[in-house]
Every structure is written in structure tokens, then in C-alpha cells.
């Protein structure tokens, strides 16, 4: 039975279902470039090392580049029938060039040859993914910068705490979005490294030139044991806890959009060209691009799960139950530059109300850490200050009152160092102006931190 690349030792055809079930090529062959890649570069260290002739090695190239640029015309007929993408490619060859194509296999297995496609696929997506974390970063720093001089309550407990500037809040996402590209371009060490060579699992009897395929395909390195490098799918997990946490501070931000868009909060609205309406309600106005990016960081999180629950029973080396990472790891590279690209579209969609923003500083005792700063800079010790400012806003609480509408003789009952000076410790603005401290939300520190990332966007 000569039907399949495997089928020498079998006697009879499997069955269709067990083909249509073990199949992958319905959802593997987007790896064609991969797979043709590591083909061009596998075939010239073939030739390299002598095991195929330069003409072959010619032959070979060129109908790899016959097959690629027929793909990307979307001239090759994709045959559901074949069992995955790397059999296609070695078939589409052989029919191509004749038997000189059966050579393309020596010394190499489907094992370390679906490695070599999975980690040149998830190196490519990291790069791709890379940029447009860049570019969402540079849509905060934008939006930043055009509101530098906004003003808004910062929130512990989703209740009002201190006054911050818009800018200040934008810019802590993009500090999440530097570490999750950080988090990736070390993903990327680990996983721009070659593990052909290694074969099914024990290497090869050919003398292949590992290090040659390795410069050879722009890879950082090669495997150091044949048998975790058929098996290896922490650079896949890696990844996708990457793509975990992003798609984590991505959905952080949707939830703020979202309840900032409420009647109850009014800070912002969300243009008409990024908002849908009700099927039975005229006057509503849903956020739904956050919404789903809220929602689909729970199928990222879910695809973490699938591949580290598939991956803690398997014994080494390569088990079928492998085949498994596939649609995870895709579905998550989609997910991932579709939010990507969408939600840094929507922030420039996004007017934010000034007023309303500012308003919200003057009620809810926004500025009782200052008071408090104000009395320790008097002399006083900061638990008693804290206690002093508790007592007056306690106070004002029963008048209705917020703290700088108390007169200074009823603020002067609860401490005598209290003069008329305290009631610039109560404006918001001043509340921001002395936080000139690096990392504060101080208008100065703010304005260098925007100067600082985009200098450190364009190295």
C-alpha cells in the first residue's frame, strides 16, 4: 500500500474515517510559507553537505518557488483528501520534478520538520504582532498627547481617589503594552531555534550542517537534544501566555471604555462609525468593539489551557495528541492582531468630555491626601493628619459640602496650623502640579514620559 509518504509497511488502505480524523490540512496549511521555507533552506544544505547534486538542488528550488507564488495567486488547488500541509508540498514537488523530489525528505522526519514550520510560524506572528502592539502604543501616546491637559479622578476600589491627568492613565496602558512586547521578544529567543537534524527523535545518520540550515533560515540557534526538540511546545504555550496577558490589558482598558461610556460616568463617547445601536431600543448606543475584545481575551485565555492541559501527559517524544496545538495557537494569532488593529482604530474614535471628566475631581474628597500632605508639611505627623482631615470630612459630609467649600474657621476647630493657603492644597489642578515626582502624575513628569516613549518607539 503505497498510497501514503508512510504507507510502505501497510497492507491494506486505512479507513476514510480515520483519514478524515487524523487529517490536518484543513486547518495546517496555512503554514505553506513556513513549510516551503524551511524546504528552500533544507534542500541547500542538502546540497551543501553532498547527499543531492547542485542540479537537484536548482530543480528542487525553483519548483518550491513555483509552488509558493501559485499559493499566493491562489492558483494551487488545496486537496482536503492529503493528510496535512507538509505531505501536500512534498506531493505538489514530486509531481513537479519527478523522483528527484523524494530526496527533500533524507534525513528529516515530519517530527522535526512540523517543529521547524510551528516555530518559524510563531516567529513570523511575533514580529507581525510586535509592530502592532507599536502601533497601538503610539495610538495612547497620540490621544495622550492631545489631551495632555485633562483632567479626571483616578479610582482605587472603582471609587474616586486622587486627581491624575488623562494622559497619566492612557500612558500606564502603554507601559502594559511595553512589557508585553518585552515578554515576547524573549519568546522569540527561545523560539528562533532550529530543530532539524533532530529527525523522528535520535537525529540523523546523515551529516547534515545544522548550523549552516540554522544562519541559513535566520534562526538564533540550534536544538541541543534531538528528543525535546521533536516534542518541545513551551515556545507555543510561551506565546500564547504572551498573547494572554496583552489580550489581559487590552480587555482592562475595554472595561474602562465601556463603563466610562455609561449615562452614569459621561467621560467619554464613542464615535457612531465604532458603536451599534438596538434592534428595539431607538436611543441606544452600544460599545460593542470593546465589548468583544473583552470577550475574545477569554478564547486566548482558553487556548493557554487547551495546549497546556493536551501537552502535561504526553511521554516523550512526538504523540499524535501534538496535532492538538495547531488551532489554538492559530486562533490566537488572529485574535490578537484582529484586536490589535481594530482597538487602535477605536481610541481615535473616542471624545473625551473635559467638563465632565473635571467635574467628577471637585466631588468625593479627591484631594484629602493633600490636605493630609498639607498638615505634615506644617509640622504635623501624617496619622494624626490622616485622622484630622477624616474628622473635617466627616464634617462636611453632614453640611453637604465638599472640603474647599469649608470655611476656614470651621476647618481651624479640628487644628489650629490650618490657614488660608490650605485652599490651594484643594484644587485638583494643584493636586497634579505637585506630583512632580518621576513616575507621577505631575503635568512636567507627564509631558517628559510622552517625549521618553516616543523616543524609545523609534529605536
Not at 52 to 78: M, P, Q
Not at 299 to 318: A, C, D, E, F, Q
Not at 335 to 354: D, H, N, Y
Request: proline content about 2%.
Amino acid at each position: 500500500m503505497k498510497e501514503k509518504l508512510w504507507g510502505g509497511r501497510f497492507k491494506s488502505f486505512t479507513d476514510k474515517n480515520v483519514d478524515a480524523f487524523n487529517a490536518s490540512i484543513d486547518f495546517d496549511k496555512r503554514l505553506w510559507r513556513e513549510d516551503i521555507e524551511g524546504n528552500l533552506g533544507y534542500c541547500k544544505m542538502l546540497g551543501k553537505a553532498g547527499i543531492i547534486s547542485k542540479d537537484e538542488v536548482a530543480a528542487i528550488s525553483n519548483a518550491l518557488k513555483e509552488i509558493y507564488s501559485e499559493i499566493e495567486r491562489g492558483d494551487f488547488l488545496f486537496d482536503e483528501s492529503m493528510e496535512d500541509i507538509h505531505t501536500h508540498i512534498e506531493k505538489a514537488l514530486i509531481e513537479k520534478v519527478g523522483h528527484i523530489g523524494e530526496t527533500i525528505h533524507t534525513g528529516r522526519s515530519r517530527n522535526d520538520q512540523v517543529a521547524l514550520d510551528t516555530r518559524l510560524y510563531v516567529r513570523n506572528s511575533i514580529i507581525e504582532i510586535d509592530s502592532m502592539a507599536r502601533e497601538f502604543q503610539l495610538a495612547l501616546i497620540e490621544v495622550a498627547e492631545e489631551h495632555i491637559d485633562f483632567i479626571m479622578p483616578g479610582y482605587t476600589h472603582l471609587q474616586r481617589a486622587q486627581p491624575v491627568l488623562l494622559a497619566h492613565h492612557l500612558l500606564a496602558y502603554y507601559e502594559m503594552l511595553k512589557r508585553d512586547r518585552q515578554r515576547y521578544k524573549e519568546a522569540l529567543k527561545r523560539t528562533n531555534i532550529l530543530p532539524l537534524g533532530s529527525a523522528a527523535l535520535a537525529g540523523t545518520t546523515f551529516n547534515l550542517d545544522r548550523e549552516f540550515l540554522s544562519q541559513e533560515l535566520k534562526m538564533d540557534g540550534i536544538t541541543s537534544n534531538s528528543m525535546d526538540a521533536v516534542s518541545d511546545r513551551d515556545f507555543a504555550a510561551e506565546f500564547i501566555f504572551a498573547s494572554s496577558l496583552l489580550m489581559m490589558h487590552l480587555s482592562r482598558l475595554c472595561e474602562e471604555l465601556i463603563i466610562w461610556s455609561t449615562a452614569e460616568f459621561n467621560f467619554i463617547e464613542i464615535s457612531d462609525s465604532f458603536a451599534t445601536g438596538s434592534s428595539i431600543m431607538p436611543q441606544k448606543k452600544n460599545p460593542d468593539i470593546p465589548e468583544l475584545i473583552r470577550g475574545k481575551t477569554g478564547r486566548v485565555y482558553g487556548n493557554l489551557i487547551s495546549l497546556l492541559t493536551t501537552m502535561k501527559g504526553i511521554p516523550l517524544t512526538y504523540n499524535k495528541d501534538m496535532q492538538e496545538d495547531k488551532e489554538p495557537l492559530f486562533d490566537t494569532v488572529d485574535t490578537v492582531k484582529k484586536s490589535l488593529k481594530i482597538f487602535a482604530m477605536l481610541l481615535k474614535e473616542i471624545s473625551f468630555k473635559r467638563d465632565n471628566l473635571y467635574s467628577a475631581t471637585e466631588k468625593g474628597y479627591l484631594v484629602a491626601t493633600d490636605f493630609a500632605d498639607y498638615l505634615v508639611k506644617k509640622g504635623m505627623t501624617f496619622r494624626k493628619a490622616h485622622n484630622v482631615v477624616g474628622d473635617i470630612i466627616l464634617s462636611a459630609q453632614k453640611k453637604g459640602r465638599e472640603l474647599h467649600e469649608m470655611n476656614l474657621n470651621e476647618m481651624k476647630k479640628y487644628s489650629d496650623i490650618i490657614e488660608d493657603d490650605v485652599y490651594k492644597e484643594l484644587d485638583p489642578v494643584s493636586c497634579i502640579n505637585n506630583r512632580n515626582i518621576p513616575g507621577g502624575t505631575g503635568t512636567k513628569m507627564v509631558r517628559d514620559a510622552l517625549i521618553k516613549a516616543r523616543k524609545d518607539l523609534e529605536l
